[in-house]
């Protein structure tokens, strides 16, 4: 089974089993990491799965939407690797990339 390292606000490492075609959130989510809020459920309306995708990941994923730049330009706490867990789908090219939760703000 796929999987990915997810680092929780503590510094704690759990590996995710993930599935192709489904959003980070949502896999974060299943696998009982309750700190990813995703208020929204994924519409990109709130920017409370915020998350830094390492630089290996950051290569394997889609550009990021003018949508998502805007929530994520209200975070004091973006930089290079911020993207909103719910706007990233897993693939297969993902594999054993290192997902931080981004902390609260």
Known sequence: MPE??????????HSVE??????????????????LEALCGGSCSCATCHVYIDADGQTSIPAISDGEEDLLDGSEF?????????QVQYNKALQGIIVKIAPEG
Do not use: K, P
Not at 4 to 13: K, L, N, Q
Not at 20 to 35: F, K, V
Not at 78 to 86: G, K, T, V
């Open 78 to 86: 973006r930089h290079d690797e911020s993207r909103l867990s719910c």
């Open 18 to 35: 993930a599935q192709d075609g489904r959003s980070l959130m949502e896999l974060i989510r299943d696998a009982g990491l309750d700190e």
């Open 4 to 13: 990915f390292t997810v680092i929780t606000r503590d510094g704690e490492s």
